[in-house]
T-cell receptor, first 115, second 114 residues
Framework: GAGVSQSPSNKVTEKGKDVELRCDPISGHTALYWYRQSLGQGLEFLIYFQGNSAPDKSGLPSDRFSAERTGGSVSTLTIQRTQQEDSAVYLC?????????????FGPGTRLLVL | GDSVTQMEGPVTLSEEAFLTINCTYTATGYPSLFWYVQYPGEGLQLLLKATKADDKGSNKGFEATYRKETTSFHLEKGSVQVSDSAVYFCALSEGFGSARQLTFGSGTQLTVLP
C-alpha cells in the first residue's frame, strides 16, 4: 500500500509569507505526527494528532505554527509570517495506533527555505 | 525530560568492517527504543526496535539490545557494506501522556568505503 505522502516536496518562500504543508498518512492510521529536521536542532517533535482528540501541541516552537487534521486523515501544517530560522525539512509520520510500541512511518518530507 | 545521546559522527569504515554506533538514553519510565535510518535523498525508515529490557531488535544484519541497566541501545553490524552508508538515528518513545512522540538522538553519519 501507499506510504505517507507529503506535498510540496520543496518550498521556497520569502520572509513574512505564510506557507501550508500537507501530509497524507497511511490509510487506516489513527495517529499523525509532525517533526522538523534542521541542521542546528536535529529532529524535533512539533505536534501530534490521535483520532478526534485534541492535538498535543507541546512541541510547536511559536504561535506562528499551527496544524489541523481534517476527517481524521489529511493534515496541514501552517507557518504564518515565516522567518529564516523556519528553514528546515518538515516531516510527517503516522502510526496505526497509539502506544510506545507503535512504529511511526515517515513521509519524504517538505524542504522549506525561507529567503 | 527524555533525551537520547548518540555517538558523534561522522564514521567512516571500510567495507566488511565491524560497526558500532553507541546510543544511551534518559527516560522517566520504560520506553520503547528504535533505530531509524535515512539513506541519501530518502526519508526516515525504521531499521529495528525493541520494546522491553533485554529484547534484541534485528534487521538487515543490524542488531541492538535494549540494556536497562546501562540505559543503552547500541547498534551493531558485523560486516558493513557500501549500501549501508546513511545517517542513523536512535530514538525512544514513552507512549504515555504527552510523551507519545519520538525523541531522537542527533544522528550519526556513516560512510562505508569500498
Amino acid at each position: 500500500g501507499a506510504g505517507v505522502s507529503q506535498s510540496p516536496s520543496n518550498k521556497v518562500t520569502e520572509k513574512g509569507k505564510d506557507v501550508e504543508l500537507r501530509c497524507d498518512p497511511i490509510s487506516g492510521h489513527t495517529a499523525l505526527y509532525w517533526y522538523r529536521q534542521s541542521l542546528g536542532q536535529g529532529l524535533e517533535f512539533l505536534i501530534y494528532f490521535q483520532g478526534n482528540s485534541a492535538p498535543d501541541k507541546s512541541g510547536l516552537p511559536s504561535d506562528r505554527f499551527s496544524a489541523e487534521r481534517t476527517g481524521g486523515s489529511v493534515s496541514t501544517l501552517t507557518i504564518q509570517r515565516t522567518q529564516q530560522e523556519d528553514s528546515a525539512v518538515y516531516l510527517c509520520a503516522s502510526s496505526l495506533a497509539v502506544g510506545q510500541q507503535e512504529t511511526q512511518y515517515f513521509g519524504p518530507g517538505t524542504r522549506l527555505l525561507v529567503l | 525530560g527524555d533525551s537520547v545521546t548518540q555517538m558523534e559522527g561522522p564514521v567512516t569504515l571500510s567495507e566488511e568492517a565491524f560497526l558500532t554506533i553507541n546510543c544511551t538514553y534518559t527516560a522517566t519510565g520504560y520506553p520503547s527504543l528504535f533505530w531509524y535510518v535515512q539513506y541519501p535523498g530518502e526519508g526516515l525508515q525504521l531499521l529495528l526496535k525493541a520494546t522491553k529490557a533485554d529484547d534484541k531488535g534485528s534487521n538487515k544484519g543490524f542488531e541492538a539490545t535494549y540494556r536497562k541497566e546501562t540505559t543503552s541501545f547500541h547498534l551493531e553490524k558485523g560486516s558493513v557494506q557500501v549500501s549501508d552508508s546513511a545517517v542513523y538515528f536512535c530514538a525512544l518513545s514513552e507512549g504515555f501522556g504527552s510523551a507519545r512522540q519520538l525523541t531522537f538522538g542527533s544522528g550519526t553519519q556513516l560512510t562505508v568505503l569500498p
